[in-house]
C-alpha cells in the first residue's frame, strides 16, 4: 500500500501558496508522496462568468487528467486530496469519475464543486467575504454533504483578510484543523 497526496491547485492559487504550501508538509508529516496536478493558459476574467468558469473546468480537467494518468492508484493506496478553488471542482470530478472516495481538504471550493461530491469524505474551509462563493451556498451544501465546514470570518478566497499577523494566526488554525483531520483525530 502506497501513500499518495494529491494537490489540486486555483487558477492563480499555485502549490506553493500558504494554504497549499503548508498541506503538502502536512501530508509528507504523514508520509504521504506528493503529486502536484497544475494547469495554465486560462481565460481573463473569469469571475462571475458562468461560461468562462466551465470552460476553465473543462481545461483545468483535461490537463489534470493527462498528469494523472501516469499513476496506477491501487485501492489499497491510501489517497488525500487537498484542493483549491476550481481545483477543488476538478479533484471532486475526478474522484466521481473514478469512483473513489479519498480524505479530502477543499480549500475555498467554488460553488460548482458541489455538485460533483458523491461522499462526505472531506473537510471544507471557506472565508465569508469570498467573492467566488456565497457562503449561504456553502453552508447549505456542506449541511446537505454532512462535511464539516470551518469559516473565517471577513476572509477572502486566500482566507485571508488583510491584516499579516491575522492572516497568520488564521494559517495556523486552519493547519492545526487539517492535522487533526489527516490523523484521524477531527472525524
Not at 139 to 151: D, G, H, W, Y
Not at 174 to 187: A, N, R
Request: net charge negative; charged share 25%.
Amino acid at each position: 500500500m502506497s501513500k499518495y497526496a494529491l494537490i489540486f491547485p486555483g487558477i492563480g492559487y499555485h502549490s506553493d501558496k500558504p494554504l497549499l504550501y503548508y498541506g503538502k508538509k502536512l501530508a509528507r508529516e504523514f508520509g504521504y508522496e506528493i503529486i502536484e496536478v497544475s494547469y495554465s493558459g486560462f481565460e481573463q476574467g473569469i469571475q462571475g462568468n458562468r461560461e468562462k468558469m466551465m470552460k476553465a473546468f473543462e481545461h483545468a480537467y483535461r490537463q489534470s487528467e493527462q498528469i494523472l494518468k501516469e499513476y496506477s492508484f491501487c485501492k489499497d493506496d491510501e489517497l488525500l486530496v487537498i484542493s483549491k478553488s476550481i481545483g477543488t471542482a476538478v479533484a471532486a470530478f475526478w474522484q466521481q469519475k473514478e469512483q473513489i472516495s479519498p480524505k479530502n481538504i477543499y480549500f475555498t471550493p467554488v460553488e460548482e464543486t458541489f455538485q460533483f461530491i458523491r461522499c462526505n469524505s472531506g473537510i471544507v474551509f471557506h472565508g465569508t467575504n469570498d467573492p467566488w462563493a456565497r457562503t449561504e451556498n456553502v453552508k447549505q451544501s456542506c449541511k446537505n454533504l454532512e462535511l464539516p465546514l470551518f469559516l473565517t470570518e471577513g476572509a477572502n478566497h486566500s482566507l485571508e483578510i488583510g491584516d499579516m499577523r491575522i492572516d497568520l494566526s488564521h494559517i495556523v488554525d486552519i493547519m492545526k484543523i487539517c492535522f487533526e483531520y489527516v490523523s484521524g483525530e477531527l472525524k
